[in-house]
């Protein structure tokens, strides 16, 4: 029973330490945060420009790319509509051949002048 007791307490005192380490790593994120914002707030202003135009030459090579695209899916889906047509007229050609054979044989021949 005592074994538990002091296990308890070791586990207590584990908890207490992370608990005071946390409460200081958590000062010291507080000190350099406070110190490095104005430091943060200047890169932010730098990047503005920068940002805006990675954007703008984005929006231009997508108003370009779009068209394209929309256009090489229209093919594409085109193509595999006629693909799929000639895959599902394939299997009619033996009846098809067959019907046009039956047809020359019983067709009436025009009478001999």
Same mark, same amino acid.
């Given at each position: 029973?005592?074994?538990?007791?002091?296990?308890?307490?070791?586990?207590?005192?584990?908890?207490?330490?992370?608990?005071?380490? &946390? +409460? =200081? %790593?958590?000062?010291?994120?507080? $000190?350099?945060?406070?110190? #490095? /914002? @104005? *430091?943060?707030?200047?890169?932010? !202003?730098?990047?503005?420009?920068?940002?805006?135009?990675?954007g703008a030459v984005g929006l231009l090579l997508g108003t370009i790319a779009i068209?394209?695209?929309?256009?090489?899916?229209? &093919? +594409? =889906? %085109?193509?595999?509509?006629?693909? $799929?047509?000639?895959?599902? #007229? /394939? @299997? *009619?050609?033996?009846?098809?051949? !067959?019907?046009?054979?039956?047809?020359s044989l019983m067709r009436r021949r025009p009478a001999v002048a």
């Amino acid at each position: 029973m005592i074994e538990l007791v002091l296990l308890t307490l070791l586990i207590g005192a584990a908890l207490a330490t992370a608990a005071v380490v &946390g +409460v =200081l %790593l958590f000062l010291v994120k507080i $000190a350099l945060w406070t110190v #490095l /914002l @104005p *430091l943060r707030l200047v890169l932010k !202003l730098i990047w503005l420009p920068v940002g805006l135009t990675l954007g703008a030459v984005g929006l231009l090579l997508g108003t370009i790319a779009i068209p394209l695209l929309v256009v090489m899916i229209g &093919g +594409v =889906l %085109l193509a595999g509509l006629v693909a $799929a047509i000639v895959a599902l #007229l /394939l @299997p *009619l050609i033996p009846f098809v051949l !067959l019907g046009l054979l039956i047809w020359s044989l019983m067709r009436r021949r025009p009478a001999v002048a």
